[in-house]
């Protein structure tokens, strides 16, 4: 068995790019709950992480729109976003090609995956990499769902890409970090930025912690929308986590801050 | 109505250098490589984000582009209340307000 870690996160660009604007405590127990994450995902070390993202038209346009989306370049830079309004820096980070290749070729057995090698990051993998691997270390294999331009893949077909990756990792001799990021429920780049449903979040996220196939797969697109919003479609990569880590979750933190627009969230899972 | 090719060039804008210099260059050599109507025109030339909000326009490649407009975060958020206050509501799309424009929630 060659995955070590799973863990999600969120990713909202106002975590870096507005975060002296939130109240501090609220602030500093989010980047702690950052920073114990980045331990436990050291602490398995990790030949290569790969981060299921759901980005946000930095590679993929509804010109030819990919569901499920795997990186296979040996660089790939971010993030493209104006660096003083997200404020994180600029870097070039490390792929693994022929790793890519061979967990892509893995993945196919079920999954029909995009292969891509040229990808270029967005505050979705950019603002995790800036609290995960500060040092910007690991070498880094990008995954996407698209959750942003409909018609957008089931639910059940994210859980399957989850699962494809673990069989994947699992075939491999490195060993495999995984991070899912995405928002639960937010209203992101609207006038409504800043509406959270903490109640609606807290109820996946017990769903997810106990790993709770058929509760989470039972959501259905158009209540997502109407309860948490078009954000709430990022679910996509915390079911896929969970398909790949088949355990138990742990909640590092969950903290609804309005200024950055979302339900600030850390956790890792038991990987079974 | 050619939403399409509004939200492809500011996909294009967002993440190509070359598009982007272009654009602060001569923008006008910019848009004529997209089908645009005079409103998206329009939209694009003031640049008016309200506007470009309620014609539907994702609202990731909306923040995207303000960002690089140099827009601040509460004026980028007001700028799309003012546009549903003036336009109406968003024509299009899953980036809808479902506040009033004279509430803000957060920024
Ligand atoms: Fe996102």
């Not at chain 1, 989010?30 to 290569?48: I, Q």
């Not at chain 2, 329009?42 to 309200?50: K, N, Q, T």
Request: with cysteine.
């Amino acid at each position: 068995m060659s995955l070590v870690f799973v863990g999600v996160c969120s990713h909202a660009p106002g975590i870096t790019g507005r975060e002296e604007r939130a109240p501090r405590e609220l602030r500093d127990e989010l980047y702690a709950g950052y920073a114990t994450m980045r331990a436990a995902l050291e602490d398995t070390k990790p030949d290569a992480l790969i981060v299921i993202a759901a980005e946000h038209f930095a590679n993929f346009f509804m010109n030819n729109m990919p569901s499920f989306a795997l990186g296979m370049a040996d660089q790939y830079h971010g993030p493209i976003e104006d660096a003083d309004w997200l404020r994180v820096p600029q870097r070039t980070v490390k792929g693994a090609a022929d790793l890519s290749r061979r967990i892509i070729s893995a993945i196919m057995q079920t999954v029909d995956v995009s292969y891509c090698e040229e990808w270029k990051f967005d505050h979705g993998i950019m603002v995790p990499l800036h609290f995960l691997d500060p040092g910007n270390k690991l070498p880094v294999i990008p995954a996407n769902i698209n959750c942003q331009g409909p018609p957008l893949t089931p639910l059940h077909r994210a859980w399957a890409f989850g699962d494809a990756i673990r069989r994947a990792a699992d075939t491999v001799p490195e060993r495999i970090a995984l991070v899912g990021t995405g928002g639960i429920s937010h209203w992101p780049a609207t006038p409504d930025s800043g509406r959270i449903n903490e109640a609606w979040d807290r109820e996946f996220l017990d769903k997810w912690s106990r790993n709770d196939r058929d509760a989470m797969l039972a959501y259905k697109d158009t209540e997502i929308y109407r309860n948490a919003g078009q954000g709430g479609f990022e679910i996509r990569t915390f079911i896929s986590a969970a398909a790949a880590a088949r355990g138990r979750g742990n909640v590092i933190c969950y903290t609804p801050i309005p200024i950055y627009a979302v339900g600030c969230t850390t956790a890792t899972m038991e990987i079974v | 109505m050619s939403l399409y090719q509004l939200s492809k060039l500011m996909f294009d804008l967002n993440r190509d250098n070359a598009v982007k210099e272009a654009f602060r260059a001569d923008p006008r050599q910019v848009i004529v490589k997209y089908d645009l109507d005079d409103e998206e025109r329009r939209a694009i030339m003031d640049p008016d984000i309200g506007l470009l909000y309620v014609l539907g326009v994702n609202g990731q490649l909306l923040m995207h582009y303000a960002a690089l407009l140099g827009i601040e975060w509460s004026d980028y958020l007001q700028r799309m209340r003012d546009g549903v206050k003036m336009h109406g509501p968003v024509r299009a799309g899953i980036y809808t307000m479902t506040t009033s424009p004279d509430e803000k929630v957060a920024g």
